[in-house]
């Protein structure tokens, strides 16, 4: 151990445990002492009104979540009601469509009426159709898309319905 | 022999302040803080090294005393539960400050600060000057480890650094101290 070592030693055991302070620290502290047991209770108090913001936050989020998020729910669950309704209704349209090109087929009809301009017309209101479905399965709450869609079935029925009229008249015609 | 009379004394006389002070007789209290208050002083002035911020920390620390007091069960001694509590809180608040400093000053300007506060203050012991020009984590690491005489494993428990961080502060401590005799 050099001098130095020493040095510090010594001067480490005549090291006042103690220091005054310059100024009088007391009256602060008493001043606190009482604002101290206030300040828990405004702690306590503005814990509560924590509490109770977050809880009213909370409440304001889940209502603004009921009224924002809780409709589009609400809504995709619809449009796949919709979307449902849609294929049932192609479906349905369908069975209609094979059951006039049954009837046509089993006869083994050749017409010799010239059907070309029904089946022009039968093509472009299945092509219609086919957009028509197309857009309304991505907006299914379109009212005036409904309505054209169930048109152009319409449509497409009653020119069905005209080749097989033809059909019937050129049979009795014909017997 | 006289001292641990006077010691004795003290803790017969403190022993009957403490039930008072608990049930918020602010005069026993203030007896408390009379016998007690120039050693943690002196303890945050040497953890923090400034003179104005250890009268804040010291205040602080007697605030916390004054509401954790009902607490206190007597199962250890009255100043080592004091001093335990006042160190932790002493050493939050340096913290707390040192990262709001750190914002405004940068940490030579802060050391430069406690140097200051050194070498203008005749009232200070040579040892005590010396302690507060050290760097603020071997200082602390010295004051607890040397002069309170905190283990190493204590002083890195309450320093939040390894032990072995701690043994390597002590002796860079001591290096510059011997370093400025």
């Given at each position: 151990m050099n001098h130095q070592d020493k040095q510090l030693d010594a001067l480490l055991r005549d090291l006042p445990k103690g220091i005054k302070p310059q100024n009088d620290m007391w009256r602060g502290i008493e001043q606190r002492m009482d604002v101290g047991i206030k300040d828990n209770t405004d702690s306590k108090k503005y814990n509560w009104q924590m509490f109770a913001a977050a809880s009213l936050l909370l409440f304001s989020v889940a209502l603004s979540w009921q009224w924002l998020f809780a409709p589009d729910a609400q809504n995709l669950q619809a449009n796949s009601v919709m979307l449902q309704l849609i294929d049932q209704l192609q479906q349905q349209h369908q069975k209609q469509v094979q059951a006039y090109d049954i009837t046509v087929e089993k006869v083994e009809w050749r017409s010799q009426t010239d059907l070309k301009p029904i089946n022009n017309g039968l093509k472009e209101v299945r092509e219609a159709a086919a957009q028509v479905i197309k857009q309304l399965k991505s907006t299914p709450n379109d009212k005036q898309l409904w309505e054209l869609w169930l048109w152009v079935q319409q449509k497409e029925l009653e020119l069905l319905n005209q080749k097989q009229s033809i059909h019937q008249l050129e049979t009795i015609h014909t017997i | 022999m006289l001292a641990l009379v006077e010691d004795n004394n003290t803790q017969s006389i403190e022993s009957q302040w403490i039930p008072l002070a608990q049930q918020g007789d602010k005069a026993a209290f203030k007896q408390l803080y009379q016998q007690h208050h120039p050693r943690i002083y002196a303890l945050v002035l040497r953890l923090c090294g400034c003179r104005s911020f250890a009268e804040e920390i010291t205040q602080e620390c007697f605030v916390r005393v004054w509401q954790k007091l009902p607490s206190f069960r007597g199962e250890s001694q009255f100043s080592t539960w004091l001093h335990r509590l006042c160190i932790n809180q002493a050493l939050s608040m340096i913290k707390a400050q040192k990262s709001l400093w750190a914002r405004f000053l940068n940490q030579e300007s802060v050391s430069q600060e406690s140097m200051l506060e050194a070498s203008v203050?005749?009232?200070?012991s040579e040892l005590d000057c010396l302690i507060l020009k050290l760097p603020e984590r071997a200082r602390q690491v010295f004051v607890l480890h040397a002069v309170e005489g905190y283990r190493h494993e204590e002083v890195a428990n309450l320093l939040g650094m390894a032990t072995g961080t701690s043994k390597a502060q002590f002796h860079r401590a001591r290096k510059l101290l011997k370093e400025m005799l």
């Open positions: - | 203050n005749d009232d200070y």
